[in-house]
């Protein structure tokens, strides 16, 4: 962690800054030993977490294999009607935001608020949009051609009786994505309204910042491996 | 992590502090108190009384279970049917008579796993004593500690709501295509499998919670090998928790899709493949009996060195073991499915399950070795993991015939594989469970229990546990099958005493029952350390303070050292060190 010591925080500055929220005001829990055991502790933490939700997306990516093992012809099928530019696309935007949400880590551990500020709204825009994109330029016309999971499915000119099932894994691995998607925007617009009302991010005090980014990075890398394996190979 | 970690934080004199069970602000408010609790001993207290409950409730359907097979269900020349408990005479009798009973093995099993025998030890003796062993003050993240106690509740009331609904007949272990269809115009089932994946949510925040705990929260002096093996078996729980919950998340929500829409992920029927159902579960729950039986182990490790006044033997080899049963639990799943499998993959499972046999036999040598020369006492712990030693090891040799090959195709899905996990979960992880109360009982609540009555109910609970689940491998290896209602009349003997063994069970918990809710209302006072044990929690008052210990603890010697140590609060003419003739071993 940075190299400020964070056990002596500043006296607690007059005016505004006299919020318990504001950064320099924070303490730690009475369990913790100073706080950067705390830190320590809740990063670790967050990297179990982590953790699970790989676990939780390798059953996933392990129906995927095992169904593409079984009906190539309807996993060659179906990938067909997915367009490569949205998904692209979308990678892009998810990268980019990646490398927003990290500036705003280096924004906070420099004390730099309006930094994070800015850094933060322009992830959240980028979460925006790629919801925005699944839903407009993805779901919504495929649902209505009939292109649904399961019994749902309907489209008529459909090459391969197992082509329900290929739409099932997709609507199950990018519906949970982009729930995924909208936890990490709901976690990072939190850290947003803290930072605006009461600066409550800076050098000594980031773990909400940096435990959000972390969580954020993995939404990206789930969708590094779901891009390929939907959009691009057949 | 080193002292020279502390920092200037004052080291608070909680001398005047009352014990974490004083009650507060009034009726209202005490009950106000403990549901909003962060304290990780109000937690694991919760976590105690609901886990029992559950018990309970498992407990009843297991009897019920055990009346309906007390005779076979015979029809009389006349057409009258008798033997049979659960339905009203009629034509359609026999048929009703055995969904009910698919129902009530199903509640059972259901119940026992996923809401008592899971978070059983981990979450009340760990949520207790794992920050007291390490000298913490409270676990790493006290409020999501909370937060995974109303998940419990919640994922249990779902259970308990589909229950009520009219239950679920499919197994404990969902198996599709069956879950899938049967129902169909019910919410049963998907309450119940609702309940599983909810509950595997609290099974996962605990486990993380403990890990984060036990990496960062030892007291100052506390390297990895000065932990008792408690906390290194509820460690290496931990890590399956977090490794193998999130699969069986996945498994159980992509189930719930399949009832919902029809996704045909698990149906045959839309092309889906319900073999990758049984991987998949058994992917979690396989490792997933290691999270039943790993923290009993802990427990016995306390038990055995304290109520024998000997150093363990071979701690770094218990401990190690119990990562390495953690790692190998991961890749021995298939020996659930052999008859599903080809014979490569089947072959291969099979070796790697004999691999388990190693690290628990490691364990067992080692406690059998910890009793030598021991000045053993007799007391109701010690009796409990005496009991452990001969059931589990009971239940551990009978795994192998079930992993070889040749002989499970004869013994899978029959009363031997029933008695063989019976031994292990109830011979093993229960009774060491039962131990673990009562050897923790004075410090938890300050109060001691009767010795004799205790004893009373272990050897009613042994005689009547061998009785009833004895009779079941005989009767497997006789051809007996599991998960019917009724037998040809050969088996009614061993069937019988079967049933007469699950009252004297009945009859040992309650006497333990009794015992302890005497101890709330009239026990002696407990004296902080009444067995002379020298980890951590038995340094703070009984029951402990609110802040656990008056002092920040600052760790001195190993939790086992009772050669070298006189323990903390005891007198040396209670507890005699050894003649110190020789070089005092250290480990
Ligand atoms: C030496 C260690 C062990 C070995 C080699 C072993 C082996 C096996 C095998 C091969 C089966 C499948 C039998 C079949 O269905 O044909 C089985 C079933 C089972 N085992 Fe074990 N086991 C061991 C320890 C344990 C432990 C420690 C537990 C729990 C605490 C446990 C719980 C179970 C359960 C619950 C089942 C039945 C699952 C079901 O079908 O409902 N086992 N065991
Ligand atoms: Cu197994």
Same mark, same amino acid.
């Given at each position: ?133 699944k ?99 057949h | ?87 009203p ?5 026999i ?21 008592f ?76 499998v ?31 090998f ?50 990758l ?23 016995i ?35 659930h ?17 004999? =691999? ?8 067992? @040598? &080692?406690? $059998?070795?910890? /009793?030598?020369? !021991?000045?053993? *006492? ?35 899905d ?11 979960m ?16 004075p ?44 037998y040809?009349?050969?088996?009614q ?9 699950s009252? =004297?069970i ?7 029952? @009794? &015992?302890f $809710?005497?101890? /709330?209302?009239? !026990?002696?006072? *407990? ?61």
């Open positions: 962690m940075a190299t400020i010591d964070a056990n002596k925080p500043d006296l607690p500055a007059a005016g505004a800054k006299s919020h318990p929220l504001y950064w320099k005001n924070r303490g730690f829990a009475h369990h913790f030993r100073n706080a950067d055991e705390q830190f320590d502790a809740c990063k670790l933490g967050m990297w179990l977490f982590l953790t699970t939700e790989v676990l939780l997306f390798a059953g996933i990516f392990c129906a995927y294999a095992i169904f593409r093992m079984l009906y190539p012809d309807a996993w060659a099928a179906g990938s067909h009607h997915l367009d490569w530019r949205f998904g692209g696309l979308n990678t892009i935007v998810l990268l980019f935001s990646s490398w927003t949400v990290a500036s705003g880590v280096r924004a906070a551990q420099m004390g730099n608020n309006a930094a994070l500020i800015r850094n933060l709204v322009i992830t959240l825009i980028c979460a925006g949009l790629f919801v925005f994109i839903l407009y330029f993805e779901y919504i016309p495929k649902l209505s051609a009939g292109k649904a999971p399961g019994t749902f499915f309907s489209y008529p000119y459909a090459h391969d009786p197992h082509e329900p099932l290929w739409w099932s894994v997709y609507y199950i691995g990018t519906g949970i994505h982009a729930l995924h998607v909208l936890i990490g925007a709901g976690l990072l617009s939190w850290v947003l309204v803290r930072a605006i009302r009461y600066e409550a991010y800076g050098p000594t005090e980031y773990t909400m910042v940096e435990t959000s980014a972390l969580y954020w990075h993995l939404v990206d890398l789930v969708w590094i491996f779901l891009f390929p394996l939907l959009y691009l190979i | 992590m080193s002292t020279a970690d502390r920092t200037h934080e004052p080291d608070h004199d909680h001398h005047d502090e009352g014990s974490y069970l004083t009650p507060k602000y009034g009726a209202m408010g005490t009950v106000w108190d403990w549901m909003t609790t962060v304290d990780h001993k109000k937690i694991g207290v919760m976590y105690l009384f609901a886990v029992l409950f559950m018990f309970f409730l498992g407990g009843v359907a297991a009897l019920a279970v055990r009346l309906e097979l007390l005779e076979p269900v015979r029809v009389a020349a006349d057409g009258a049917i008798t033997g049979q408990l659960f339905a005479a009629g034509a359609e009798s048929n009703t008579g055995n969904q009910i009973y698919n129902r009530l093995f199903t509640l059972h099993g259901a119940i026992m796993v996923f809401m025998i899971v978070p059983s030890v981990p979450a009340s003796l760990g949520n207790f004593f794992l920050p007291l062993m390490l000298g913490a003050k409270d676990v790493a993240f006290p409020r999501l500690n909370l937060f995974s106690w109303y998940i419990y509740v919640s994922g249990s009331i779902f259970g308990i709501l589909s229950i009520v609904l009219g239950g679920v007949d499919t197994g404990w272990t969902f198996y599709t295509p069956y879950s899938t269809t049967t129902d169909a115009d019910h919410w049963r089932v998907l309450l119940m609702l309940a599983a994946f909810v509950l595997g949510f609290s099974s996962i925040l605990t486990g993380l919670n403990f890990i984060v705990t036990t990496h960062k929260l030892r007291a100052p002096g506390m390297g990895w000065d932990m008792p093996l408690f906390i290194w078996a509820i460690y290496a729980t931990s890590i399956i928790q977090v490794l193998a919950t999130p699969v069986i998340g996945i498994t159980l929500l992509l189930l719930i899709f399949e009832r919902l829409f029809k996704v045909g992920i698990f149906d045959p029927g839309l092309g889906g493949d319900p073999v159902y049984q991987h998949f579960f058994w992917f979690y729950s396989h490792p997933v009996v290691y999270v039943m039986i790993l923290p009993g182990m802990g427990i490790s306390e038990l055995l060195s304290v109520h024998s006044r000997k150093q363990i033997f071979g701690y770094r080899a218990i401990a190690f073991s119990s990562l390495g049963i953690a790692a190998v639990s991961f890749i021995v799943w298939g020996h499915m052999f008859t599903a499998m080809g014979e490569l993959a089947s072959a291969i499972f099979s070796a790697l399950t004999f =691999l388990v046999a190693i690290p628990t036999a490691i364990k067992v @040598f &080692n406690w $059998i070795t910890t /009793l030598y020369k !021991g000045s053993i *006492a007799i007391n109701t712990p010690m009796l409990y993991a005496l009991s452990f030693l001969f059931l589990f090891s009971i239940g551990g040799l009978t795994g192998l015939p079930l992993g070889a090959l040749a002989t499970d195709l004869h013994l899978h029959s009363y031997f594989v029933v008695a063989h996990f019976h031994y292990v109830m011979g093993g992880t229960v009774i060491a469970f039962i131990g673990g109360i009562h050897h923790w009982w410090k938890m609540f300050g109060r001691m229990y009767n010795e004799k009555a205790g004893m009373l109910g272990c050897v009613l609970v042994f005689i009547g546990f061998n009785l009833t689940f004895m009779t079941q491998f005989f009767l497997g290896t006789q051809g007996m099958p599991r998960r019917y209602a009724s040809v009349d050969e088996f003997f061993l069937h019988t005493l079967s049933t007469y063994g009252w =004297l009945l009859a040992g918990f309650l006497v333990h029952l @009794f &015992n $809710i005497h101890s /709330l209302v009239a !026990g002696p006072k *407990a004296p902080p350390n009444p067995w002379g044990g020298l980890t951590l929690e038995w340094e703070t008052e009984s029951p402990p303070i609110e802040h656990n210990f008056h002092h920040e603890v600052l760790v001195q010697h190993g939790p086992y050292d009772f050669d070298t140590v006189v323990p903390p609060h005891c007198d040396e003419r209670d507890f005699p060190l050894p003649p110190q003739d020789q070089p005092p071993a250290s480990h």
